[in-house]
């Protein structure tokens, strides 16, 4: 782990807190994906910021879409939804972090995110499906192995 400058685009100041750049070299637990790489925020006297992290989890997931500096939340039928009055389109990462303000809409996203994960519609880690089987391999490997041991 490192800290990292912040950038004119980061959406928290160094006086609010720090930017970490985090490399997992070696997983002990897993034998894949060696070298990951994430950042996250830190504010001072809060701790990780996770409102700054919703974004990038709905538009990796596919719940919002990302088009230019536009982010949206679209219906099957290509038109934007509306959540407590307010039409769910955002110009701009801090356009979209200010309507986060708001806890009714921030739930309403984390439900929509956790409900995608529970129904199994999203990987808890948003791998792709042979990254997934790859660990579920590795895993059955590992347990074989542990029973051989005993």
């Not at 959540?83 to 986060?100: D, H, P, R, S, Y």
């Not at 956790?114 to 519609?121: R, V």
């Amino acid at each position: 782990m490192r800290k990292n400058k912040l950038q004119a685009d980061d959406p928290i100041t160094t006086e609010e807190g720090v930017k970490i750049h985090c490399i997992v070299r070696k997983n002990r637990v897993l034998h894949v994906n060696p070298f990951r790489q994430c950042d996250y925020y830190a504010r001072f006297g809060k701790g990780i910021d996770n409102k700054v992290q919703l974004p990038k989890l709905l538009v990796e997931s596919g719940i919002v879409t990302k088009g230019g500096a536009w982010y949206k939340y679209k219906d099957k039928n290509d038109e934007c939804i509306v959540v407590n009055g307010i039409e769910m389109k955002f110009q701009g990462k801090t356009k979209f972090l200010e309507a986060l303000e708001n806890p009714e809409i921030e739930e309403y996203f984390q439900e929509v995110l956790d409900g995608k994960i529970k129904k199994g519609e999203l990987p808890v880690k948003f791998m792709s499906k042979e990254q997934q089987s790859s660990i579920e391999k590795q895993e059955d490997k590992n347990q074989m192995q542990m029973e051989e041991l005993e």
